[in-house]
C-alpha cells in the first residue's frame, strides 16, 4: 500500500487565482502520480480576513477544474484545542514567552530585518523580570524561543536551504495577543495529525520551513518532505494575490474552461511545450519535477 499523503490547504480569504492554482495542481498532480492520498485542509485560523462564504466556492473551484481529495480534515478554527495542547507542552518546558512589543515598536528603523523584509525579532520581552510582565496592561502575543543554530531542508525543487533560527528569524509568535494560534504551530499540528508525508506549496513559504522543522523537533513529530513551488508574477513583477481579479476563477470561469486552464498551468509548470485544452487525469502520467521551473514565472493579464 502506497503511504504518500500529500494535502491542499488554501485558506478562504477570498477567490482562488492561478497562483492558488498553480500550487494546487503540483500538489495534486505529485501525490496522484504516487498512487497517493490526497487531505484538504482550510486553513482558516484568521477570523478577521478568512469568511465561512468561501470555503464552499473554493471546494467547488477544486471540483470543477478536477482536483479532487481523498478526505478532508478538520478546519484550523475547530482545533484550538489540539494546538492549545501543543502549545502547553512548549510552555512546561520553558520555551514561550509573552511579548509586549507594539507593531510600531517591531518595526522600528533600527530593528534588524529578514531578506524578505520580516523584522527578526530582538529578543526585546524574553527577559523581562516577573514584575515587569506585571507591570503590563496589554495582552501579550506569545513567543518560542529559539537556539543560535541552523536548522536546514533539502527541499524537493529548490534543493538545500537553511536559516540560522536566532541570527535569520528570532524568537517568532506561536500565539497572537487575541488567542489566536499562529500559522507557524498550527501547520506543524496539523499535518502531523493528518499523516502528511509531503509539502507541495509556494516558495513564499520556504523561510518558514526552518521554523517549523524546529517546532516538528520539539514537539517529537515527523516532518514531511517540503517541495516549494515557483510564484506566479504579474507583468510588473508583483506576486499575483486576490486583489488580482482578472486572474481569479470567479473571472476566468466567465470565459475559460477548466481544461484550458490546466492546460496554461501545465505549461508554465513544464508539462507541456504550449498551453492546450487537458484534464487534470490526462496530466498525471506527464508529471515530473525535473520539468518543473525553480524560479518565478512572469504570467500575462489574462493568462
Known amino acids: 500500500m502506497n503511504n504518500v499523503v500529500g494535502r491542499f490547504a488554501p485558506s478562504?480569504?477570498?477567490?482562488?487565482?492561478?497562483?492558488?492554482?498553480?500550487?494546487?495542481?503540483?500538489?495534486?498532480?505529485?501525490?496522484?502520480?504516487?498512487?497517493?492520498?490526497?487531505?484538504?485542509?482550510?486553513?482558516?485560523?484568521?477570523?478577521?480576513?478568512?469568511?465561512?462564504?468561501?470555503?464552499?466556492?473554493?471546494?467547488?473551484?477544486?471540483?470543477?477544474?478536477?482536483?479532487?481529495?481523498?478526505?478532508?480534515?478538520?478546519?484550523?478554527?475547530?482545533?484550538?484545542?489540539?494546538?492549545?495542547e501543543a502549545f502547553a507542552r512548549l510552555e512546561s518546558r520553558g520555551l514561550v514567552y509573552p511579548c509586549y512589543c507594539s507593531?510600531?515598536?517591531?518595526?522600528?528603523?533600527?530593528?534588524?530585518?529578514?531578506?524578505?523584509?520580516?523584522?527578526?525579532?530582538?529578543?526585546?520581552?524574553?527577559?523581562?523580570?516577573?514584575?515587569?510582565?506585571?507591570?503590563?496592561?496589554?495582552?501579550?502575543?506569545?513567543?518560542?524561543?529559539?537556539?543560535?543554530?541552523?536548522?536546514?531542508?533539502?527541499?524537493?525543487?529548490?534543493?538545500?536551504?537553511?536559516?540560522?533560527?536566532?541570527?535569520?528569524?528570532?524568537?517568532?509568535?506561536?500565539?497572537?495577543?487575541?488567542?489566536?494560534?499562529?500559522?507557524?504551530?498550527?501547520?506543524?499540528v496539523d499535518d502531523a495529525a493528518g499523516g502528511v508525508t509531503e509539502v507541495v506549496r509556494g516558495m513564499d513559504l520556504l523561510s518558514s520551513t526552518p521554523r517549523q522543522l524546529y517546532l516538528y523537533h520539539l514537539l517529537g513529530l515527523t516532518p514531511p518532505r517540503f517541495t516549494h513551488v515557483p510564484l506566479l508574477l504579474s507583468p510588473d513583477g508583483r506576486r499575483l494575490s486576490k486583489r488580482d481579479r482578472d486572474l481569479d476563477l470567479g473571472v476566468l470561469r466567465q470565459s475559460r474552461k477548466p481544461e484550458d486552464i490546466l492546460g496554461l498551468l501545465a505549461h508554465w509548470a513544464g508539462l507541456l511545450p504550449a498551453p492546450e485544452a487537458i484534464s487534470a487525469q490526462e496530466l498525471i502520467p506527464m508529471f515530473d519535477w525535473a520539468l518543473v521551473p525553480r524560479e518565478a514565472v512572469t504570467v500575462g493579464g489574462n493568462g
Open 12 to 84: 478562504p480569504s477570498g477567490r482562488m487565482h492561478l497562483g492558488n492554482v498553480f500550487a494546487a495542481l503540483l500538489s495534486w498532480l505529485s501525490v496522484r502520480s504516487q498512487g497517493g492520498e490526497l487531505i484538504l485542509r482550510i486553513e482558516d485560523l484568521d477570523p478577521d480576513r478568512c469568511k465561512g462564504a468561501y470555503i464552499e466556492t473554493l471546494k467547488e473551484d477544486l471540483r470543477w477544474l478536477g482536483l479532487t481529495w481523498d478526505r478532508e480534515q478538520t478546519p484550523q478554527s475547530r482545533r484550538s484545542a489540539a494546538y492549545a
Open 103 to 188: 507593531r510600531t515598536e517591531l518595526h522600528a528603523a533600527s530593528a534588524p530585518h529578514a531578506a524578505d523584509g520580516q523584522v527578526i525579532y530582538a529578543g526585546t520581552c524574553r527577559n523581562l523580570s516577573p514584575g515587569q510582565r506585571a507591570a503590563k496592561t496589554k495582552p501579550p502575543a506569545w513567543r518560542l524561543a529559539v537556539p543560535d543554530q541552523v536548522w536546514a531542508v533539502e527541499d524537493g525543487l529548490q534543493g538545500h536551504y537553511e536559516e540560522n533560527l536566532a541570527r535569520n528569524c528570532g524568537d517568532f509568535i506561536i500565539r497572537r495577543a487575541d488567542g489566536v494560534y499562529a500559522y507557524q504551530l498550527a501547520v506543524v
